[in-house]
């Protein structure tokens, strides 16, 4: 069975710090990988999306990067983190190709806080 | 563009009455669309899905919605609420693959928190 494994579970930065969040998948080869944030009162935001190594596409313009070194490795990424960075990001996959590219399974998340 | 409403971002129900958790969409495509549930300081959890199959999908732990294209509407009902339910619950809709950069990408509503009073 697939697995998705999210860390670290909480992280309280300094502002201006570096970032560093990973997600991997097991039990699956070739998965489509998501970034998504969670706001308080706010849904969840689609930052980050891949459909294989080193493919990332961003949907919206901010502090932070992704990157996808290793096919079931998916790792999102700032060099300098704002208060607004703060907030609870999901790492999810889904099968890869076309048949299967709706159904979402989500990690446990991590629960960003910047000071 | 897709998106999704759902209205009411907090509902209250006793225990063993109706739960009721209401999702409109807009979507320019014949959508796939998803309820999903989130208990505190977890990640999201897949309740039922529609995929053009039957109107009426059935979900794990006693919940239902049923795809209404008229009305544009994707309820979720359960028929008596648990104390278990209390979470808070998230509409999504996606586009099935169309070629290109169409990846099935999920669009939230805001999501709505559940109460279940004793």
């Known amino acids: 069975s697939q697995t998705i494994h999210q860390w670290p579970a909480t992280l309280v930065q300094p502002v201006g710090s570096p970032l560093s969040l990973e997600c991997t998948v097991e039990g699956t080869s070739n998965p489509n990988l998501y970034w998504y944030r969670q706001a308080a009162g706010r849904g969840l935001q689609l930052l980050f999306y891949?459909?294989?190594?080193?493919?990332i596409s961003s949907e919206v313009p901010q502090n932070l990067s992704a990157s996808r070194p290793q096919d079931r490795q998916f790792i999102l990424s700032s060099k300098k983190l704002l208060l607004s960075d703060s907030g609870f990001y999901l790492c999810?996959?889904?099968?890869?190709?076309?048949?299967?590219?709706?159904?979402?399974?989500f990690g446990a998340g991590s629960r960003l806080t910047v000071l | 563009a897709q998106s999704v409403t759902q209205l009411g971002s907090h509902v209250s129900v006793s225990e063993g009455a109706l739960v009721l958790l209401r999702c409109n969409y807009s979507s320019s495509v014949p959508p796939y669309l998803f309820w999903y549930v989130q208990y505190p300081n977890q990640g999201l959890q897949l309740l039922l899905k529609y995929t053009s199959a039957a109107t009426l999908v059935k979900g794990i732990n006693g919940f239902e919605a049923e795809f209404k294209k008229s009305e544009t509407s994707f309820h979720l009902t359960k028929p008596s609420a648990h104390m278990s339910d209390a979470a808070e619950y998230f509409c999504a809709v996606s586009a099935p693959y169309a070629g290109g950069t169409s990846y099935g990408k999920l669009t939230f509503g805001q999501g709505t928190i559940l109460t279940v009073h004793p």
């Open positions: 999810a996959w889904s099968p890869g190709g076309v048949s299967g590219a709706n159904v979402l399974t």
């Open positions: 891949s459909v294989g190594i080193g493919q």
